[in-house]
């Protein structure tokens, strides 16, 4: 797991992963790389993470991978990120094709509804919480 | 004394409390008309551990924290 | 669709799609890399391609992708390529998540069952016709 | 003249027939034993044009190619 203030450094990060399980005898590798869409606006992005339950959180998915004989990577940004620029990426690698096609979306969407990232509209440089877009994570509302 | 945290978007310092409960947590944070709202949208953490249960005793030094709805990627 | 004799230059082929979409406004780019594994007791895979069938096959990938704003690119090795390289990526650019990670399923399972491709072993200096791990692509038996 | 052509591991050269039909093809390549086998394994195309019919006539001039059990990636 990779943080990074600002941007990813997409093609860098690609392939240094790639080099790193060059010789690990994975047949498949499946990153997804999320990038600034250009809409509503805006003029960027801003993320913050708790990196503590963040940790934890990727964890987890490094013994559910290995359960399937696949490993997982993480990289995402904090900070702004501007328009165009990628603020996430989540790869899969594992021996055989539908570990990793199904791994990949399972990945993706835990993360969307899990990690503790804060997500923030730059507008006119302020930062406005995304709410509208943002998921309660699993257990919200216990203190109600 | 249990911290009690505000991650994210809740712009709010961390308070102290003298509570041995999350349910006493829960009082507290609800007289705050500002906090409330975001009670039933924020999950919870007692040392960086997301808890799914109420009934859960605290002791001094515990920090609970907590987590609004996350957009990652 | 690009064709290689030999082995992917996966981070340069990787790049080059990043940077080619990098202001298309995409929000999910997902690269599928293949790459050979050491099983078996070969010395690597070879290829024949057939590429007026394969050319077909593509484009009426980037008409089903267009039709869901999306895109696709496909590289392919042609002839030897040895243990632990790339023969295979697929890519799907697209302004959304899901589309992004359902696409890619299935335009990775379209391509391993109708792409005319034919895969071989590489042992002891021959090329051995790897049957039992092909796919009989749709319509077949019609002369039968 | 129709010319058949057998794509990847069926190492045959191209034939040609004097054929007007997908049926006669198929009769023809019958007669083949080393081809019979792979009959019920192959895809059919005519002029690159992947078919799924039997039902169709040939002109002279159209190559008709076969396509055994593929496997890229």
């Not at chain 1, 203030?5 to 010789?23: H, M, Q, S």
């Amino acid at each position: 797991m990779e943080l990074f203030n600002g941007a990813l450094d997409v093609p860098e990060i690609l392939k240094r992963w790639y080099i790193e399980e060059a010789e690990s005898n994975y047949g498949a590798f499946i990153p997804f790389i999320g990038t600034v869409r250009d809409e509503d606006g805006i003029d960027g992005l801003s993320f913050d993470i708790y990196e503590p339950i963040l940790e934890k959180w990727f964890n987890s998915w490094v013994e559910k991978a290995k359960d399937r004989g696949a490993i997982v990577k993480l990289a995402h940004s904090k900070g702004d990120v501007l328009l165009h620029e990628s603020s996430y990426i989540s790869a899969v690698f594992s021996p055989k094709r539908r570990v990793a096609l199904e791994l990949i979306d399972e990945f993706v969407e835990d993360f969307k509804a899990n990690a503790p990232i804060w997500k923030y509209d730059l507008i006119d440089g302020k930062r406005v919480y995304a709410e509208s877009r943002s998921q309660k994570i699993s257990g919200s509302g216990l203190l109600n | 004394m249990v911290v009690v945290e505000f991650l994210g978007p809740i712009a709010k310092d961390s308070i102290e409390l003298d509570v041995s409960s999350l349910d006493e947590v829960s009082q507290e944070l609800k007289k705050d008309s500002e906090l409330n709202e975001w009670l039933e949208k924020c999950a919870v953490a007692i040392n960086d551990e997301i808890v799914m249960e109420r009934d859960i005793t605290l002791q001094s030094g515990d920090r609970v924290s907590l987590l609004p709805p996350v957009c990652g990627g």
